[in-house]
């Protein structure tokens, strides 16, 4: 099993590795604040940043945008107290679900990897998670 766990990884580190090369050959828009020029991105990671570190990863920024998931101070919180609860029983990788929809935290980094709404729930298969938390 721990073979099969480290291939996945080497495969899954590769495959970041590409798409980040791929991406730094790409020059994405930049979706910023209005009232500060600030990036969306930033702000995110910033207000995060006040939850126990809780981070966004790109692809789940771009995911909270597109789907119009509102990230409050309340939710912020709400998922950190999620993440740490899933931390103490050993968790590597989460879904937190509550009423804005679902998050995946990679737990030891502190990173939300991806998200979705409600309704997008119901269509799909949560994959490579070992703990489910409901807030």
């Known amino acids: 099993m721990v ?18 090369h791929a991406s730094a050959q790409l020059q994405p828009k930049t979706v910023t604040n209005a009232k500060s020029n600030i990036p969306f991105a930033d702000l995110l990671n910033q207000k995060a940043g006040n939850s126990q570190s809780l981070k966004f990863s790109k692809h789940a920024t771009q995911r909270v945008q597109e789907r119009g998931i509102e990230v409050t ?3 912020l919180s709400d998922l950190s107290q ?16 509550g009423q804005n929809g679902a998050f995946i935290v990679n737990v030891p980094s502190n990173v939300v990897i991806t998200t979705m709404t409600g309704t997008e729930m119901k269509e799909n298969i949560f994959t ?8």
């Open 128 to 135: 490579n998670i070992d703990s489910a938390v409901l807030i």
């Open 82 to 97: 999620a993440v740490q609860k899933a931390r103490e029983k050993g968790a590597k990788d989460v879904v937190v679900i």
């Open 3 to 20: 073979n099969k766990m480290s291939r996945i990884n080497q495969f899954t580190n590769v495959g970041a590795l590409q798409l980040q």
């Open 73 to 75: 101070e309340g939710l």
